[in-house]
Nanobody
C-alpha cells in the first residue's frame, strides 16, 4: 500500500512559479509510474503530467513548455514545477501512483492562480 502526501499548493500570481511535491511511503517507489492530475470545479479530473520509472515524461498540451515533472527516487518524491501559471491552471492537484493494476491517489492540494 502506498500513501501519497502532496504539498506546495497555494496562491500564485499569473506568470509566477510554484513547485508541488508528492511524498510517497513504501520501498518500491522507483517502480511506480507517477502522475499529476488536476480537477477544476465543474470539470473532470485530467492528466497534467506523468513520469515513468525510467524517467520518460508525458504532458498535457495545455502545460507543455510551462510545467515540468521530475522524480527523486532516493527521496520517494515526485515534483511538479509550475512556471508561468495562468488562471486556467487553478484546480486541485492530485498525485497518482500506478504499478500494474494498482492505482493510488493523494488527498490533493489546491492551486489558485490569481492576481
Amino acid at each position: 500500500q502506498v500513501q501519497l502526501v502532496e504539498s506546495g499548493g497555494g496562491l500564485v500570481q499569473p506568470g509566477g512559479s510554484l513547485r508541488l511535491s508528492c511524498a510517497a511511503s513504501g520501498s518500491i517507489f522507483g517502480f511506480y509510474r507517477m502522475g499529476w492530475y488536476r480537477q477544476a470545479p465543474g470539470s473532470q479530473r485530467e492528466l497534467v503530467a506523468s513520469i515513468t520509472s525510467g524517467g520518460k515524461t508525458n504532458y498535457a498540451d495545455s502545460v507543455k513548455g510551462r510545467f515540468t515533472i521530475s522524480r527523486d527516487n532516493a527521496k520517494n518524491t515526485v515534483y511538479l514545477q509550475m512556471n508561468s501559471p495562468q488562471p486556467e491552471d487553478t484546480a486541485v492537484y492530485y498525485c497518482n501512483a500506478v504499478l500494474g493494476p494498482t492505482s493510488h491517489w493523494g488527498q490533493g492540494t489546491q492551486v489558485t492562480v490569481s492576481s
